[in-house]
């Protein structure tokens, strides 16, 4: 018998609706981001390299895409081990993918810094792409929507300002241009970004449960050392 469906009331639409709006009212500074990296590298350091800029945005799609078959490769495995699995796989398919872009078109400062700025920009537009796709999801009334809306309220997620993106956006892109920075300078940190990375993505998530605050933090630390940390490495 299937599982009846709640009334749709019960979804407090008013309440959809603002979720959408905090989130459509969040988008200019979503797009602020990459925009103001650009301003700030182009003002003290390079400006940027369209050609680089769109290869950048290109690897990471390409990154994107790799993670489909490792995510087939662990579906026979539970939730939570096949989550483990994909999550750890991060590293090594956006490192190798970014070391592959640097090296067969320009390791050059102001080609990686391109580089890097178009990596971090094409996840910021994925970001807000996911974002619209979520608001159609929990706006429909069907059992698959609402079980969908039901796991993301049981995590809070659906409470949180949509600011916490754009501040994750900020240190997530410094994080992207740094390691680009760092790889095109000294290309065996990729074995050890490989880890990195994996390491990063899993404990972002892992304290985005415990606590939103501290993943921020965890990720403003670190990205912004790798960013300071790459520039300097130029110098």
């Known amino acids: 018998m299937p599982t009846p469906l709640k009334n749709e009331n019960t979804l407090s639409d008013p309440s959809n609706q603002k979720i959408a709006r905090r989130f459509i009212l969040a988008i200019p500074f979503y797009l602020a981001v990459p925009i103001s990296f650009g301003l700030f590298f182009y003002h003290g350091f390079s400006p940027i390299q369209w050609k680089a800029f769109s290869l950048g945005a290109l690897g990471w799609v390409i990154a994107l895409f790799l993670r489909g078959p490792v995510t087939v490769l662990f579906k026979g ?17 956006e490192e190798g993918v970014r070391l592959l872009l640097l090296l067969l078109t320009g390791t050059s400062f102001s080609w990686a810094i391109s580089v890097g700025q ?10 807000i792409v996911n974002g619209f796709v ?15 809306k039901e796991l993301l309220e049981s995590k809070g997620q659906l409470r949180l300002s949509p600011l916490w993106g754009v501040v994750e956006r900020i240190f997530a892109s410094a994080f992207h241009i740094g390691v680009t920075l760092l790889i095109a300078k000294i290309p065996l940190l990729t074995f050890i970004f490989v880890i990195v990375h994996s390491l990063f993505n899993l404990v972002v998530v892992w304290l985005s449960r415990k606590n939103m605050l501290a993943a921020q933090l965890f990720v403003a630390v670190v990205g912004t050392a790798l960013l300071v940390t790459g520039l300097i490495a130029w110098k």
Do not use: C, M, N, Y
């Open 134 to 148: 979520l608001i159609h999801i929990i706006q429909r009334h069907d059992e698959k929507s609402i079980q969908i």
């Open 118 to 127: 178009g990596w971090a920009a094409i996840e910021v537009l994925f970001t």
């Open 77 to 93: 495995l539970s939730k939570e081990k096949a989550t483990l699995f994909v999550g750890l796989s991060s590293g090594p398919l």
